[in-house]
């Protein structure tokens, strides 16, 4: 906050607020698993409900601009999980925010989890009716480093990552 404050250049501004959305996510899913009963395991649907809130709150966005809507069904996970999937999650709903509802433009954000059948254990769904991902913007070919870091983790974790860009953007996380 005291460098974000002090910095004149707004790019540097803009850079560590983002840097701030990050570490606040990690520090989220370490809050959850602290308060909870087992240590070794936090609920990703009550991480995911707070996360929305909290970058809705750090983007200041109205509630007449912007709706929220989550499907989250409860699931747990373990930490080494829930930090990768968290930050992912931070960052395309940090973009929504950030960019599908240029100008004053009114839109939703949803976010869906549910539980899928194994091999894959859960589907993460980020969604926003704004203006769209451009068609070449291809995450692990990015020049910000919020798609960089989702395309990254998406490796870490042996995840599936699909970008549907038919009405807004829809990012689908299988894993």
Known sequence: ???????????????????????????????????SSN???INFAEYL??????????????????????????????IGQAIPLGLMASEIISNSFKHAFP?????????????????????LE??????GLPDNLKPEESQTF?????ALLKDQIEAFLEIDRSEGTRFVIIW
């Open 1 to 35: 906050n005291l460098q974000a404050y002090q910095a004149r250049n707004p790019e540097l501004t803009s850079i560590l607020k983002d840097c701030q959305t990050r570490i606040r996510s990690m520090a989220l899913v370490h809050e959850h698993l602290y308060k």
């Open 103 to 123: 100008g004053g433009r009114k839109g939703k954000v949803k976010v869906s989890l549910q539980k899928l059948e194994p091999p894959r254990s859960l589907r």
């Open 126 to 131: 980020i969604s926003d009716n704004g203006v």
């Open 39 to 41: 240590l070794s395991r």
């Open 146 to 150: 919020g798609l960089q870091l989702v």
């Open 49 to 78: 409900n707070r996360l929305l809130i909290h970058l809705y709150n750090v983007h200041r966005q109205s509630q007449e601009k912007i709706e929220l809507e989550s499907e989250l069904e409860e699931i747990f996970l373990e």
